[in-house]
């Protein structure tokens, strides 16, 4: 089974806030995604299939909800019903406090032209799809959605880091987990080239950052230092792997940390490596009788497939094509998938910024 869960749907499955609350449920989308994979798990047999065996996949959005459905309720109702799960780029910009979602809600209120969810719920269909398409257009940060999933309480009782940091979650899961080289550059906004840049865009991603957090960040985690020694050479470089660890590639290292790094990790690395551009050589139609736009190695693609498909039937990936997958392990290894080879190597997501990231030191109770 693949999930998909596009943040596109906005308003009507990520609204959060005490106005929803108090009369509806927030996060509707992970509800409606925990209905779903609880009917597959009971009617599977019906199929074909083993309810034991179920395998979810996701990209991006599809990856950060398959991380909150492994982190569902802090762990507290009993196993997930799925027994495998391929997360790519899992990733989602973290939202936490209640004012953000209640900002959000009236926001959305305001365009509808209501004061209430009440009579937001009477207006017709086409209305409220209307709203919610122009909110996430117009209303949007650079590189954000206004919605995603945020925490409530009930379903997503912290963020999913510092749930997996607790050991509030499923434990008995076979996990494949990947992040590409890059991800973080296509949601770097124009204003980074400045020196300012960056500063700007952490405030946009959460506005309630403390001071002295944010000076850490700033001039000790990430500091204006562009010689390369810190992974970048440049502006826009340092903001794009700030965006890269907090979105992204961080979730990764919980993953493979709180699974006692008994993960299958790897990173796609052939250039220029951006968030997605691994979604064609993992969909790549081998029967089409040419190679997709964005496909430049054709081998690289199956070897992939082969990793994901024995993954799912047997739990271990593995390919004629590439060399052994071992699991990430005490020393951090992942498979490194470049356009030339294909090779194990140090997992540089296993580093003190993620450790930094995972406290959500970001979030200031206001």
């Known amino acids: 089974m693949r999930m998909l869960i596009p943040l596109k749907l906005g308003a009507f499955g990520w609204l959060g806030g005490d106005s929803i609350t108090a009369n509806g449920t927030a996060n509707a989308a992970l509800h409606d995604q925990r209905f779903a994979l609880d009917w597959v798990y ?22 950060g909800s398959i991380l909150h459905q492994i982190t569902a309720y802090g762990g507290t109702r009993g196993a997930a019903p799925f027994k495998q799960a391929i997360l790519q780029s899992p990733g989602w910009v973290p939202v936490i406090g209640e004012e953000q979602q209640e900002d959000t809600l009236q926001q959305f209120l305001g365009i509808l032209n209501v004061s209430t969810i009440e009579q937001a719920r009477k207006l017709p269909s086409d209305k409220l799809i209307a709203a919610n398409a122009y909110q996430v257009a117009t209303k949007s940060q650079w590189g954000q959605f206004t919605y995603g999933p945020v925490v409530d309480g009930s379903f997503v009782p912290a963020l999913p880091g510092q749930l997996l940091l607790r050991g509030d979650f499923d434990h008995n899961l076979n996990i494949m987990v990947g992040h590409n080289a890059n991800e973080g550059l296509v949601f770097t906004s124009p204003d980074s080239v400045n020196s300012t840049g960056l500063e700007t865009q952490m405030k946009t991603l959460s506005p309630n950052i403390p001071a002295n957090v944010s000076d850490f960040v700033l001039d000790v985690l990430y500091p204006p230092v562009y010689n390369g020694s810190y992974g970048y050479t440049d502006s826009v470089a340092r903001t794009a792997l700030v965006i890269s660890d907090l979105i992204f590639q961080c979730n990764t290292d919980y993953i493979n ?31 089409s009788g040419s190679s997709p736009s964005g496909v430049a190695n054709v081998t690289v693609a199956l070897a992939m497939q082969d990793y994901f498909t024995s993954f799912v039937q047997h739990g271990v990936p593995k390919s004629p094509l590439a060399p052994v997958f071992r699991e990430h392990g005490q020393h951090a290894r992942l498979m490194n998938i470049g356009n030339h080879t294909i090779q194990p ?3 540089l997501t296993n580093n003190p910024r993620c450790r930094f990231w995972q406290n959500a030191p970001y979030y200031k109770e206001t």
Do not use: C, W
């Open 345 to 347: 190597t140090r997992d």
């Open 257 to 287: 940390r709180a699974f006692y790094n008994e993960t299958y990790a790897y990173k796609f690395s052939i250039p220029p490596a951006l968030h997605g551009q691994d979604v064609s050589y993992t969909f790549y139609n081998n029967g």
């Open 42 to 63: 009971k009617n599977i047999h019906l199929f074909g299939g083993d309810a034991t065996r179920v395998t979810v996949m996701g990209e991006s959005a599809g990856a």
